[in-house]
């Protein structure tokens, strides 16, 4: 069962969406005239320079602070979307994709994610155009432009489904079951023991609400992402003899020049194309529809400043922090170290450099990374279940949203102790239908996006 589940799955992302996405993103790369490029300058402003500067203080006012004190900000929203994103994929899913599709594989996944970073600034520009006031914040996402802007409440009604069966595979018991992994290997803690801390470490994070998630994954995910790369840096210096061979086998093995044989060498290529490239878009998510879900939260001056903020994730998670795993691996010499994959390998090149230690810092970012994936799913799905129920009255909606949340708490125990190869699996087939119907309202809506573009360039190029 689980084989034809597999089989499944890798007939869904490889040949069909992987084309679909990467086809979609360079089309549209071309349509808005490689912005992500072009507009680096922006970005930029828009992005990191906007943390150290205080543009909103241009509207005077005390009761302009309170409001923002209710509101979400971009940033807060970008860190959410990311802590959706980063998690055990950026350390162990790039172990994976080396192993599987070899050192070239790093390089289809940076092309991956330059071409998908306008499918992610698309998705986030609509969900700030179709987003709708709800109390002191704001709801969108996927299902709203779906069903506003394509008006097919069926298809926005599907991917609100595919999303929260998502939230319980993908965002749930894959990320609780490698945490007590990880702890059983660091510390010999029981996994149940390990799913029960969890779970009540969650539940105390998403029954606060969106606030609440957006001010732990604001904390959070620019700490441990720092204090994660900083190891990986110290890993690479120690090793940085072995650097600049590292980055040529990269792009050597992309194309793999030393293979002798037509035959071999189209293999090849395409082997470590179709790893890189699907590692990538696991690890940013972008065209799954569900980070644009956080980004709709935020209030910022234009939809197209949020956008910027939709490329930079797909920058930090996949060329910034994916890249320090690959780099770390490589130099190390890890990777040639034959039965060794996913974590284990991870684990292998940091214990060359930090020795036993490397265990214990792996368990506990990975507990902080998939925590915070954890809680940011849980608000995805929690839309969902708003968005499926949003005819009914206040009280029915808000009893669903609780039976939600504690089915959710309860699977992450269940993720923990569980062999959960099945759960992958079918997670992968489900990320794939929400993706589908977010992808064809991605193409379809993408001049509107484009307009709300034109204008705010027209609007900043004084």
Known sequence: MIEYIEKIGTILWTPVMLTILIGSAVILTFRFKFFQIIQIKNIYRETLLSLF??????????DN?????????????????????MGVGNIAGVATAITAGGAGAIFWMWISAFFCMIIKYIEVVLAQIYKRKNGPNYVGGPMYYISDGLKSRKAAGLFS????????????????NTISGAFQSAFGAPKIVTGIFVAVATAAIIIGGVKRIVSFTSKCIPVISVIYMLAAIIVIIFNSHNLIESIKLIFTEAFSFKQAGAGILGFTIARAMRFGISRGIFSNEAGLGSAPIAHATASPESPVQQGMWGIFEVFFDTIVVCTMTALAILTTGAYKISGLDGINLTNEAFSSVFGNISDVFLAVSIVFFAVSTLVSWSFYGECCVAYLLENKNAKTVNLWKYLYKLIFIFLVIIGAAANIEIVWSLSDI???LMALPN????????????R???????YYSH
């Open 452 to 458: 709300e573009t034109k204008n705010y360039l027209k």
């Open 53 to 62: 500067s205080n543009k909103s203080g241009k509207s005077n006012a005390s």
């Open 161 to 176: 489904v595919f999303c929260i069966i998502s939230s319980f595979g993908i965002g749930n018991m894959s990320q609780s």
């Open 65 to 85: 602070n309170k409001k923002k004190k209710k509101e979400i900000t971009p940033f807060e929203a970008v860190s959410a979307a990311l802590a959706g994103t």
């Open 430 to 432: 489900f990320n794939v």
């Open 439 to 450: 992808i064809i309202a991605v193409i379809i809506l993408s001049p509107a996006a484009y």
